[in-house]
C-alpha cells in the first residue's frame, strides 16, 4: 500500500489538499466621501480651498500640505520641451491610383493612371522573339502588367509621378 500524497503547500490543516480561500477585502468600513486611510485629507489645490476648484491665477498648486510626507516646494525650475521630428512618408506609386498632394497645382488629388509602353515590354517581345515565338512577341504590348504607369494631376492633367517596372 502506498501512503496518500502529501498537502497542497499552503494547506496546514485542509483535508481536501486544495489552497486555502483568500480572506474577504477590507477597508469597505469607511464612510463615502471620506479619503482613504493614510491619504491627505486634500490632495489637489491650495490648503483650505473647495475640492475640485482651480487654484487662482499666479498662486502655486500643493500636491500635498505642507508638513506631510511628499510635500516639495520647488522654485525657480525650467521645464524645457522638446518637439519630435515631422514623419515624412514616402508615397509609392504602383499600379493603382495613390491619393496625394499634386505638385504642380497643389490639389489634394487621387491620382488618374494609365499605361505606357516601357523598356520591360520591349524586354519581353524581345525575349519572346529569341525562344522562337514570334506570333506571341506583340502580347506584351496588350497586357497592362508590362506597361510602365503614369500617375497624373486629374485636376490640372500634368504628370505626378511614373511606375517603371524595370
Aim: aromatic residues 10%; contains cysteine; hydrophobic residues 25%.
Amino acid at each position: 500500500m502506498s501512503a496518500p500524497p502529501p498537502p497542497y503547500p499552503g494547506t496546514k490543516g485542509q483535508e481536501s489538499g486544495y489552497p486555502a480561500q483568500p480572506p474577504p477585502p477590507q477597508g469597505y468600513a469607511q464612510p463615502y466621501g471620506a479619503p482613504p486611510q493614510g491619504y491627505p485629507a486634500q490632495p489637489y489645490g491650495q490648503p483650505g480651498q473647495p475640492y475640485g476648484q482651480p487654484a487662482p491665477y499666479g498662486q502655486p498648486v500643493y500636491l500635498s500640505h505642507p508638513g506631510q510626507p511628499g510635500y516639495s516646494q520647488q522654485q525657480g525650475q525650467t521645464t524645457v520641451v522638446v518637439a519630435q521630428p515631422a514623419v515624412t512618408v514616402v508615397q509609392q506609386f504602383r499600379e493603382s491610383p495613390v491619393h496625394t498632394r499634386c505638385p504642380h497645382c497643389q490639389a489634394e488629388v487621387v491620382t488618374a493612371t494609365q499605361y505606357e509602353t516601357g523598356t520591360f515590354t520591349w524586354i519581353i517581345c524581345l525575349v519572346l522573339c529569341i525562344v522562337g515565338c514570334i506570333p506571341c512577341c506583340v502580347i506584351p504590348f496588350c497586357v497592362d502588367g508590362c506597361k510602365d504607369v503614369i500617375h497624373t494631376c486629374p485636376n490640372c492633367h500634368q504628370s505626378v509621378s511614373r511606375y517603371s517596372r524595370m
